[in-house]
């Protein structure tokens, strides 16, 4: 059956489904739309809820990266089968999009003395509010989550990345994190896609 992924030509969201995809060996076709040109109003109108990225999977198509990311990882050891420890990984997952919603925030913003506010204060604030316990949750579960490496070490990678094209954090200090970014990026099939897709480039707005 045939597998598909829309979304933009860089990381963000579904870098992580991206990730597990490869991972696990499953064959798809990556279509990357332009970020500095959508919406592709046509190709838009045909979404569930205007909005990328969805995966389509034959004849059926599903919307909202977390669905999406935890679908592709069915079927694999990246999904506990103990129900706390699925739990823990929603709580977790959620948390990490209470950060990047922060992020999305920024760089939605189009006037300039107001998306340097938001900059400082994310680099700031709010990045070492949320990396600070996300490194603690690491180090108190062997350098993941759960023990043991889930879907949702995956989704932290890839929104760790996409922050970091966009606001260029340190995550230095963060070292469960920065371990954590290393081994995702350098497991079978993730550490060749890479190598193939080569470094992202922060967009250029028009000003």
């Given at each position: 059956?045939?597998?598909?992924?829309?979304?933009?030509?860089?990381?963000?969201?579904?870098?992580s489904?991206?990730?597990?995809?490869?991972?696990t060996?499953q064959?798809f076709?990556?279509?990357r739309?332009?970020?500095?040109?959508?919406?592709?109003?046509?190709?838009?109108?045909?979404?569930?809820?205007?909005?990328?990225?969805?995966?389509?999977?034959?004849?059926?198509?599903?919307?909202?990266?977390?669905?999406i990311?935890?679908?592709?990882?069915?079927?694999?050891?990246l999904?506990?089968?103990?129900?706390w420890q699925?739990?823990?990984l929603?709580?977790?997952?959620?948390?990490?999009?209470?950060?990047?919603?922060?992020?999305?925030q920024?760089i939605?913003?189009?006037?300039?003395?107001?998306k340097?506010?938001?900059?400082?204060k994310?680099?700031?604030?709010?990045?070492?509010?949320?990396?600070?316990?996300?490194?603690?949750?690491?180090?108190e579960n062997?350098?993941?989550?759960?023990?043991?490496?889930?879907?949702?070490?995956f989704?932290?990678?890839?929104?760790?990345?996409?922050?970091?094209l966009f606001?260029?954090?340190?995550i230095?200090?963060?070292?469960?994190?920065?371990?954590?970014v290393?081994?995702?990026?350098?497991?079978?099939g993730?550490?060749?896609?890479?190598?193939?897709?080569?470094?992202?480039?922060?967009?250029?707005?028009k000003?």
């Amino acid at each position: 059956m045939s597998k598909t992924l829309h979304y933009f030509n860089l990381g963000g969201v579904a870098e992580s489904i991206r990730y597990i995809l490869h991972y696990t060996k499953q064959e798809f076709e990556d279509v990357r739309h332009d970020f500095l040109t959508w919406p592709d109003v046509k190709f838009k109108k045909t979404l569930p809820f205007g909005q990328i990225p969805i995966f389509v999977e034959g004849d059926k198509t599903l919307n909202q990266s977390l669905a999406i990311a935890k679908y592709v990882a069915r079927d694999s050891d990246l999904i506990p089968a103990d129900a706390w420890q699925q739990a823990i990984l929603e709580s977790t997952v959620y948390n990490i999009y209470d950060f990047w919603k922060n992020v999305v925030q920024y760089i939605q913003e189009k006037e300039a003395v107001k998306k340097e506010a938001m900059k400082n204060k994310i680099l700031e604030e709010t990045f070492d509010f949320f990396f600070s316990r996300f490194d603690k949750h690491l180090a108190e579960n062997g350098g993941f989550f759960i023990g043991k490496v889930s879907w949702v070490e995956f989704v932290f990678v890839g929104i760790t990345e996409a922050t970091n094209l966009f606001l260029e954090i340190d995550i230095g200090k963060y070292p469960n994190t920065k371990k954590l970014v290393e081994e995702i990026t350098h497991l079978p099939g993730v550490k060749e896609y890479i190598a193939s897709r080569g470094p992202y480039k922060r967009p250029e707005f028009k000003k």
